[in-house]
T-cell receptor, first 111, second 112 residues
Framework: RKEVEQDPGPFNVPEGATVAFNCTYS??????FFWYRQDCRKEPKLLMS???SGNEDGRFTAQLNRASQYISLLIRDSKLSDSATYLC????????????FGDGTTLTVKP | NAGVTQTPKFQVLKTGQSMTLQCAQD?????MYWYRQDPGMGLRLIYY?????TTDKGEVPNGYNVSRLNKREFSLRLESAAPSQTSVYFC?????WGYGYTFGSGTRLTVV
């Protein structure tokens, strides 16, 4: 089983829709969580960190469920410019703990 | 505001040739990383340097070597390229180990 798993999609949604992605992780020692966005043929860029209490940044909401070992990303009022691949990243919180990237979920927002 | 600069952006190699991918960051970050990304797959860590003067193997180090030349620069060397090394290579840096990566724009490498 992969340490970090994401539904690859693609998710095809109309503009204005609400869409949610989940990312499950297998290692209960994981402590830090992030969402990155990667546009086609570009580098990944940090979208947001995921805090235990959940956090929101404009139309984006990230949540963490430790009991079920998953994080989620909710996008409200989707824009064409939201079309991208969304990567979740999980890090074990030790000095040597490395970050593991999921394979990504592809979102296409259509007019 | 250069961030992380990788060179070259594109490269075609013949099997058995060698080359070095260059990476430099101007953010005074302590940690630097080399990842590869294959189609439809996530990023896999090749090597990393948690701080200047140290380097360690990641998930897929075979066929690669690295040098942390100074705090700014971290190079990746392919000694004898193989078709399996055809990939997009990303260099990244972070102020703190494992958090808040800034990626370079990538090197698209094809080995024929």
């Amino acid at each position: 089983r992969k340490e970090v798993e994401q539904d690859p999609g693609p998710f095809n949604v109309p503009e204005g829709a609400t869409v949610a992605f989940n990312c499950t992780y297998s290692n209960s020692a994981s402590q830090s969580f992030f969402w990155y966005r990667q546009d086609c043929r570009k580098e990944p860029k940090l979208l947001m960190s995921v805090y235990s209490s959940g956090n929101e940044d404009g139309r984006f909401t990230a949540q963490l469920n430790r009991a079920s070992q998953y994080i989620s990303l909710l996008i409200r009022d989707s824009k064409l410019s939201d079309s991208a691949t969304y990567l979740c990243v999980v890090k074990r919180d030790t000095n040597a703990g490395k970050s593991t990237f999921g394979d990504g979920t592809t979102l296409t927002v259509k007019p | 505001n250069a961030g992380v600069t990788q060179t070259p952006k594109f490269q075609v190699l013949k099997t058995g040739q060698s080359m070095t991918l260059q990476c430099a960051q101007d953010m005074n970050h302590n940690s630097m990383y080399w990842y590869r990304q294959d189609p439809g797959m996530g990023l896999r860590l090749i090597y990393y340097s948690a701080s200047e003067g140290t380097t360690d193997k990641g998930e897929v180090p075979n066929g690669y070597n690295v040098s942390r030349l100074n705090k700014r620069e971290f190079s990746l060397r392919l000694e004898s390229a193989a078709p399996s090394q055809t990939s997009v290579y990303f260099c990244a840096s972070s102020e703190v180990w494992g958090y808040g990566y800034t990626f370079g724009s990538g090197t698209r490498l094809t080995v024929v």
